[in-house]
């Protein structure tokens, strides 16, 4: 059976004055099945095309702090799994930030996640 999914992708930004940005992960929420996981890819590569100075280490701590909050780990432990997933998809003006957030449906959201994050990101 299809059920509705809610997911976004995660953007770099590096130089916000530039407004260029590259997808580095998806973010998926699926409240039927109380699934909320985020899958990501740092390109370095295309990451320098952007920005030759870009810190690296700090992106990917950063995309990792992202998979945290969708376990419930840090700040988002005592958050039911849609306020993490409306918490990462507020506007924010960092170097990380979700795009807009589009609907779906699917009968496997992890299987749906990985799709999303083939086609979109990898």
């Not at 990462?88 to 609907?103: E, K, Y």
């Amino acid at each position: 059976m299809l059920t509705p999914y809610e997911y976004a992708i995660i953007q770099a930004v590096p130089r916000i004055e530039r407004g260029e940005l590259i997808n580095v992960g998806v973010l998926l929420y699926c409240q039927r099945h109380d699934f909320l996981a985020a899958r990501t890819h740092l390109d370095e590569d295309r990451l320098r095309a952007l920005d030759p100075a870009a810190d690296v280490a700090a992106i990917r701590t950063a995309l990792n702090s992202w998979n945290k909050t969708c376990t419930g780990g840090g700040a988002s432990e005592q958050m039911r799994l849609g306020e993490r997933f409306r918490w990462l998809v507020a506007p924010r003006s960092t170097i990380l930030r979700a795009g807009p957030v589009h609907m779906g449906l699917a009968a496997d959201p992890a299987a749906e996640l990985e799709r999303l994050a083939d086609l979109l990101v990898r």
